[in-house]
Nanobody, 123 residues
Framework: VLLVESGGGLVQAGGSLRLSCAAS????????MAWFRQAPGKERESVAA????????YYADSVKGRFTISRDNAKNTVTLQMNSLKPEDTAVYYC?????????????????WGQGTQVTVSS
């Protein structure tokens, strides 16, 4: 199993970034996917999650209305579109995969993790 995130970087407050996660080594459409983030000195937290069919999506209150999670099962990718970014969104963002149709929301729900991509939002 391999999850590779990309798309992180430095952006000014109010700007946008699009994170992508390329998955390989497993049957992608049999897995729920999620994005987590971890800021320095803080615990890893859930950001967004999506069911295997993309019929259900979930968001942390702090990102609702600004972030959108999506997936392309034909391309084995999951994407996080981040708009109206704030300095408090600064963190390392991780892609995670969970087998089955139920969508998890916490760290231990997810079996596989990417290496993370840094997002820095300047004020």
């Amino acid at each position: 199993v391999l999850l590779v995130e990309s798309g992180g970087g430095l952006v000014q407050a109010g700007g946008s970034l699009r994170l992508s996660c390329a998955a390989s080594g497993f049957t992608f459409n049999g897995y729920s996917m999620a994005w987590f983030r971890q800021a320095p000195g803080k615990e890893r937290e859930s950001v967004a999650a999506i069911s295997w069919s993309a019929s259900s999506t979930y968001y942390a209150d702090s990102v609702k209305g600004r972030f959108t999670i999506s997936r392309d099962n034909a391309k084995n990718t999951v994407t996080l579109q981040m708009n109206s970014l704030k300095p408090e969104d600064t963190a390392v963002y991780y892609c995670a995969a969970r087998p089955g149709r139920s969508v998890g929301w916490v760290n231990f729900d997810y079996n596989y993790w990417g290496q993370g991509t840094q997002v820095t939002v300047s004020s």
